[in-house]
Nanobody, 116 residues
Framework: QVQLVESGGGLVQSGGSLRLSCRSSGIIASITDMGWYRQAPGRERELVARLTRGGNTYYVDSVKGRFTISRANADNTLYLQMNSLKPEDTAVYLC??????????WGQGTQVTVSS
């Protein structure tokens, strides 16, 4: 079992920055990769950024050059640094962990609102 708790969301003006955190607990050693997803009202959940255990990263085109995913192993925390935020980035951001047996675990989500 893995538990995930996100934090760091909030209201920010267009062009501003936020850093999201996702603290994991439980059987951390079983995690193979982690990612940040977002879901806006009326839209499907989409993968924003992904980080594999080996350090490979993936970003959806709309956030490339603006968002950075990273992980601090010392405190089992996944981060998403979001710069140059746009109103279209407004969504609930969720953290996901995938374990070696292909199980997915989700956090509860944190709201990000970008005003124009």
């Amino acid at each position: 079992q893995v538990q995930l708790v996100e934090s760091g969301g909030g209201l920010v003006q267009s062009g501003g920055s936020l850093r999201l955190s996702c603290r994991s607990s439980g059987i951390i050693a079983s995690i193979t990769d982690m990612g940040w997803y977002r879901q806006a009202p009326g839209r499907e959940r989409e993968l924003v950024a992904r980080l594999t255990r080996g350090g490979n990263t993936y970003y959806v085109d709309s956030v490339k050059g603006r968002f950075t995913i990273s992980r601090a192993n010392a405190d089992n925390t996944l981060y998403l640094q979001m710069n140059s935020l746009k109103p279209e980035d407004t969504a609930v951001y969720l953290c996901k962990a995938t374990t070696w047996d292909s199980r997915d675990y989700w956090g509860q989500g944190t709201q990000v609102t970008v005003s124009s």
